[in-house]
Structures are given as structure tokens and as C-alpha cells.
């Protein structure tokens, strides 16, 4: 017996660089633009000898202004430090069978790590050769479903009726649908969950609202599902959510004009940069978010990934079967992205 029997030991997800000094940054899917100015100014007309208090664990306030913005009730509602703390309080709330999970092979690779590190069984469901979800392969006995929609990193958006196919023949089951990049391009499906007492959707502020640093997410669903993640939440941590945090996320959400004109920039520069890098030779799927999954006919994807590098712009590489001749860069401003596209002309030889 040594304390090396007693320890656990876990394959952690890795998330993309954070590198210091001055570089084009478009390997983390953050938004290139500021929050709404609202959001500094929520900070700092805080009274900050309120610090000395707990936050509110119930987190009430900005459950609230979730609440109204998606017209539900703030019992529909759970929030978290990020919706990868979020996914994770629910992976351990919801998927406690013996059946295997399922979650596509090429998705956000966090789900594995979350299954391994609470001894959840899972299947990885391959996609098909142009990397589309089969819904089909989901109907079958499980012990839970999870599907980001748009997926990541293909960036391939499904129709509300698409993920409903998947809900109706899993009645028995909890469907969590990962939304962290909806509002670039594809539907919600939070009507649905009066309809599907089973549905689970996340989204979070660290994409679309531009609040990543902040670490906000949230869960909407049936509010007797909601009691069962708040029930697990307390049982580990009840003040996830700091005083900040809530003040910032709650002027995010009532500030709706900022929020819709950033995307539309987003969205006009990511088709923008597709054409561009089209017209070099690149691939690219039918992005529904906010970064562009690309291939080049000629040059590997690792080698591009290298040189734009050396040239102080980062994008993401994943060394993974079926995706490792693919890169998958976020869209920045069109500044930045005019810069890439002339370095990707130069390592390209056009
Ligand atoms: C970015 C991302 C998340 C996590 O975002 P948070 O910053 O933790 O809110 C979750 N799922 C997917 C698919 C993502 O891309």
C-alpha cells in the first residue's frame, strides 16, 4: 500500500494557450469586442464594503434577469461559475446509470474528461465524413445524451426539429444541449422545455457576451431538474457565483442592442474571412458560430499552425483522429483577421 494507490488520476482537458506579451489571439473563441460598457460601470458603482458578506447563494438577482429575458421563471434557472461548471454539476446530477452516455466523437472534449473523472460510462457516436451529428444513432437505450449544438470545434449548427428528433425517442433519459455558441447563427432550442421535461440546455456569457474572464454560465430546464442540480451544487460549494460576478452578468443580460450588434459584426466578418479563405484553397464547414473549422487541399493543417505562430498568431490545432488536418480559428475583429489572411497568402505561396 503507498499514497499512490489512494490517489485518483484523471487525464485533464487542456485548454488553448494563454500567451503573454502581443499576439493575434484566435485559438480560444473569445469575442473580440469589449462587454457593454454597462458591465464596468455595474462593477464599479459596486459598494464594495459589501464584499465583507457572502454572496447570495441562491443567486437570485441574476437568475431573475435570466428568467425574464428567456420568459420563464427563476426556478427554470441555474447558474454557475462558467457553463463548464455548470456542464459538470450536471453530468454529476444527471448521468448516474450504468448505461453509457452518448456524445458525438468530434465535440468539445471536455465531455470525456467529465465522464472519467466521475466514473460515468460513455459511447462516442462517430459523425458522418462531412462531420454531421446522425441523429438516428441516438435512439437507443442510454444513460444520457449530450450535444453541442452548433457543434464544436466543426462549428455545424442542427435545427430545433433536429434536436427534437433526438428528445422525442429519449423520453428516458436527460438530454443536456451544450449552446455555448447559438447566438451566432443557430436556433435555441429553450422553448422546448415545457415540452421535454428531460431537456437540459447551457449556454453561457463567454462567447456571445463577451464576458469569458467573468466565468458565467447557466442552465435552463424543468424546475424539477433544476432543484436536483441546486441540490448537488449545495452539497459541494454554495457561493459559486461572487458579488461581482452577479452585478456584471445581470447588466449583460438587460442590455440586449450591444449584445445583437456585436454578433452581427462577428457574423459579417466570419463570412467574410470563409470567402477569403475559400479563394486560397481552404475548406471550410457551414459555421453557425463564432470561428471557422478549416482544411487546405495541399498544406497540412499543422504545418500552418506552426507558422502562423512564429508570426505571433495562434489559432487551434487539435492532434485528433479524423480532425488533425483541420484548424479551427476564431473570428476576431476584421482587423485581425485581415492580417491572418495575408499571412495565410504569404505561408501558402499565393
Ligand atoms: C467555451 C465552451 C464551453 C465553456 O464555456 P465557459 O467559459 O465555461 O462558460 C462549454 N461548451 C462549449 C462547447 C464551449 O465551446
Redo the contacts with the bound molecule.
Keep these: 500500500m503507498s499514497i499512490e494507490d489512494n490517489i485518483r488520476k484523471v487525464t485533464p482537458y487542456v485548454p488553448g494557450e494563454q500567451p503573454v506579451g502581443k499576439v493575434i489571439k484566435l485559438n480560444t473563441?473569445e469575442n473580440p469586442y469589449p462587454p457593454a460598457r454597462e458591465v464596468g460601470e455595474a462593477i464599479r458603482n459596486m459598494n464594495m464594503e459589501n464584499l465583507r458578506l457572502y454572496p447570495d447563494p441562491e443567486c437570485m438577482s441574476l437568475r431573475k434577469a435570466l428568467a425574464d429575458r428567456f420568459d420563464y421563471d427563476p426556478e427554470n434557472i441555474f447558474v454557475g461559475v462558467?457553463?463548464?461548471?455548470?456542464?459538470s454539476i450536471a453530468f454529476l446530477t444527471f448521468f448516474n446509470s450504468d448505461k453509457p452516455i452518448l456524445f458525438p466523437d468530434i465535440?468539445?472534449s471536455?465531455y470525456s474528461v467529465w465522464a472519467d473523472v466521475y466514473n460515468i460510462p460513455y459511447e462516442r457516436i462517430h459523425v458522418d465524413e462531412n462531420l454531421h451529428i446522425k441523429k438516428e444513432d441516438y435512439y437507443r437505450e442510454n444513460g444520457g445524451i449530450i450535444i453541442?449544438n452548433p457543434n464544436?470545434p466543426t462549428a455545424i449548427g442542427e435545427s430545433p426539429k433536429f434536436i427534437e428528433d433526438i428528445l422525442k425517442h429519449n423520453k428516458d433519459s436527460v438530454v443536456i444541449v451544450?449552446e455555448?455558441?447559438v447566438d451566432f447563427g443557430c436556433e435555441s432550442v429553450v422553448d422546448l422545455i415545457d415540452k421535454y421535461k428531460n431537456l437540459v440546455v447551457?449556454q453561457?456569457?463567454?462567447?456571445s457576451r463577451s464576458m469569458?474572464g467573468m466565468?458565467?454560465?447557466y442552465a435552463i430546464a424543468d424546475k424539477n431538474l433544476i432543484k436536483v442540480m441546486s441540490d448537488v451544487k449545495f452539497s459541494i460549494n454554495s457561493y459559486t457565483m461572487n458579488q461581482p460576478a452577479l452585478q456584471a452578468g445581470i447588466a449583460s443580460v438587460q442590455n440586449e442592442e450591444y449584445f445583437r450588434d456585436c454578433i452581427d459584426k462577428i457574423i459579417s466578418t466570419r463570412e467574410y474571412t470563409k470567402e477569403r479563405l475559400e479563394s486560397m484553397g481552404f475548406t471550410s464547414t457551414d459555421s453557425k458560430t463564432n470561428f471557422l473549422f478549416v482544411t487546405h487541399k495541399d498544406i497540412k493543417a499543422e504545418y500552418i499552425f506552426e507558422e502562423l505562430k512564429k508570426r505571433k498568431i495562434y489559432v487551434r490545432y487539435f492532434n485528433l483522429p479524423r480532425i488533425n488536418n483541420y484548424l479551427r480559428i476564431t473570428v476576431g475583429t476584421r482587423e485581425d483577421m485581415d492580417v491572418l489572411i495575408e499571412n495565410l497568402e504569404d505561408i501558402c505561396n499565393l
Design positions: 473563441n462558467g457553463s463548464d461548471d455548470v456542464l465535440t468539445y471536455f453541442t464544436a451544450d455555448a455558441y447551457v453561457t456569457f463567454s462567447k469569458a466565468r458565467i454560465g
